[in-house]
């Protein structure tokens, strides 16, 4: 099973980013996919996750508003659009794959290596 996480970079405050996690074997549509982010320093936290056939749609608070999680079951990839990005959204951002939950860290099943954000003011 892999999960390649993309689209890191830097930006500037108010600027956007979307990241990609394209996922190879495994049958993706019958996951939830979710994304986290691990900031120096800090736990691993929550960001937003999609279910199965993507109408579900889950959102930590500080990122409501302002990121957009979706998916594409065909392309097996998974999407993060964030906007009007903060300097607190710096962070590795990881997209990750699970059987059976929305926004729990220790209950998805994979993981993939991670993508740097880092917003400069």
């Known amino acids: 099973v892999q999960l390649q996480a993309s689209g890191g970079g830097l930006v500037q405050a108010g600027g956007s980013l979307r990241l990609s996690c394209a996922v190879s074997g495994l049958t993706f549509s019958t996951y939830i996919m979710g994304w986290f982010r691990q900031a120096p320093g800090k736990e691993r936290e929550f960001v937003a996750s999609?279910?199965?056939?993507?109408?579900?749609?889950y959102y930590a608070d500080s990122v409501k508003g302002r990121f957009t999680i979706s998916r594409d079951n065909v392309k097996s990839t998974a999407y993060l659009q964030m906007n009007s990005l903060k300097l607190d959204d710096t962070a590795v951002y990881y997209c990750?794959?699970?059987?059976?939950?929305?926004?729990?860290?220790?209950?998805?099943?994979?993981w993939g290596q991670g993508t740097l954000v880092t917003v400069s003011s």
């Open positions: 990750a794959a699970s059987r059976s939950t929305y926004s729990s860290v220790r209950g998805y099943d994979y």
């Open positions: 999609v279910s199965h056939s993507g109408p579900g749609k």
